[in-house]
C-alpha cells in the first residue's frame, strides 16, 4: 500500500513522513496545489492531507480534493464525514443536533428580523461566535439585547472581518502579563492593528447569518477529547483570568486520573455516531452537572502536549499508560482497516 502526503511543514505530516520512513512504507510527498494532483496519486491507495482552517488555499480547495479522491476509491484523511464541518460551527450545529449529541443550545438566523425578535425575548448571556476560526477567536460572551443587536446589526450590514485585531491584540496583552510571551508579541500585536494577516484579507467578510449558543455556567475549564478509532485521550483547559473561554488559553492540565469518565464514554458515543476518522471534543459542565457539547474538529495540536499522548482509553474505558503518536495511529487506521 502506497501513500500519498501532502506535506506543510508543523502539520501532521512531520510525523507522517517520519512514521512511513521508519516502518518502510512506501510513500511520496505530492503538492495538492498542482494542477495535475489528481495524477500524482493515480499510483497510491492513500492520500493524506493535515489541511488548517488559517491557510487560505487550504480552505479554498482541501475538501474538493480529498473528496474527490474519496469518491473515486482512494483512502484520504480526513475523509468526508471527518471534516465537511471542518471550522463550519453552523454546520456543527445541524450535524450534531442529527445526530442527538448534548449539543450547548444554538441558535443560527439568516434573517435580521427574527435574529433581533429572538434577541428581544430570550435570556442572556449568550455567546456570540463566528462559524470558523479556532483558540477561542471571534467568540464573545454577549450580557445584553443592546450588545445582540449591535452584532445582529453588522452581520446583516458589512459584516466581521476574518481577523479580529483588537481582540487579537488584547489576547496577546494577556499573555505577556501572564508571562506566556515577550514584549516582541507586543510589537507584532501593534503592528497587526494597521496591517490585517494575509489570510483576512483574501476572505470575505462573515455576513448574511448570525450564530449564539447558550452561555454554560461552569466551574472555569472545559475538557478537550479526542478519539482516533478505539482510543481516546482527554485533557482539561483552564478559563483565561476574568474569562470565560477556555480554548487557546494554553492552561492545560494533563491528569487522566481527575478526568470524570463520563467525559470519555460520551466522546466514544459520538465518535461512533460520527463515523469519524478522527474527532476532538469540547465538553463544558453546567453547575447542575449536565455535560454539554461546545463544538467539535477533525484536527488537533500535538506538539508540546506531549504529556496527553503518555496514555489513552480503550473503547471500554479501560485506560493504557504507554506513550504514542497520535499521527502514527491515523495511519495504521487507514492501512490496517
Avoid at 117 to 142: D, E, H, I, M, R
Avoid at 321 to 334: A, G, R, V
Amino acid at each position: 500500500m502506497k501513500i500519498a502526503i501532502h506535506h506543510r511543514p508543523g502539520s501532521f505530516s512531520d510525523r507522517w513522513i517520519a512514521y512511513c520512513e521508519q516502518q518502510n512504507i512506501p510513500f511520496k510527498v505530492v503538492n495538492a496545489f498542482d494542477s495535475n494532483i489528481i495524477e500524482q496519486v493515480k499510483d497510491c491507495d492513500v492520500f493524506m492531507w493535515h489541511h488548517h482552517h488559517g491557510q487560505f488555499k487550504d480552505v479554498l480547495t482541501a475538501k474538493r480534493i480529498l473528496f474527490a479522491l474519496e469518491h473515486a476509491g482512494v483512502k484520504v484523511f480526513p475523509d468526508f464525514k471527518t471534516a465537511w464541518h471542518f471550522d463550519d460551527k453552523v454546520a456543527q450545529k445541524y450535524l450534531l443536533e442529527a445526530i442527538d449529541a448534548p449539543l450547548v443550545p444554538s441558535y443560527v438566523f439568516y434573517d435580521k428580523e427574527e435574529a433581533l425578535q429572538w434577541a428581544n425575548t430570550t435570556s442572556y448571556p449568550k455567546v456570540f461566535k463566528l462559524k470558523g476560526g479556532a483558540g477561542s477567536a471571534n467568540v464573545k460572551l454577549v450580557k445584553t439585547y443592546k450588545e445582540a443587536k449591535r452584532l445582529i446589526n453588522k452581520a446583516f450590514g458589512k459584516g466581521f472581518a476574518q481577523y479580529d485585531r483588537f481582540g487579537a491584540f488584547k489576547e496577546r496583552l494577556r499573555k505577556v502579563k501572564e508571562g506566556k510571551a515577550g514584549l516582541l508579541e507586543i510589537l507584532k500585536g501593534i503592528g497587526r492593528l494597521f496591517i490585517t494577516t494575509e489570510f483576512a484579507k483574501q476572505q470575505a467578510p462573515e455576513k448574511g447569518y448570525v450564530y449564539f449558543q447558550d452561555f454554560i455556567e461552569n466551574d472555569g475549564f472545559d475538557i478537550r477529547a479526542t478519539v482516533m478509532n478505539n482510543r481516546a485521550i482527554a485533557f482539561k483547559r483552564l478559563t483565561r483570568g476574568n474569562d470565560f473561554r477556555a480554548s487557546g488559553s494554553g492552561d492545560v492540565i494533563f491528569e487522566y486520573e481527575n478526568i470524570d469518565k463520563d467525559y470519555i464514554n460520551l466522546a466514544f458515543s459520538i465518535a461512533k455516531k460520527l463515523n469519524s476518522q478522527s474527532v476532538a471534543m469540547d465538553f463544558v459542565k453546567s453547575k447542575t452537572g449536565e455535560i454539554k457539547l461546545i463544538e467539535i474538529s477533525y484536527g488537533f495540536t500535538a506538539d508540546g502536549y506531549e504529556e496527553a499522548f503518555a496514555g489513552y482509553w480503550d473503547s471500554k474505558i479501560n485506560w493504557h499508560e504507554e506513550q504514542f503518536n497520535p499521527q502514527e495511529w491515523l495511519i495504521y487506521n487507514l492501512t490496517h482497516g
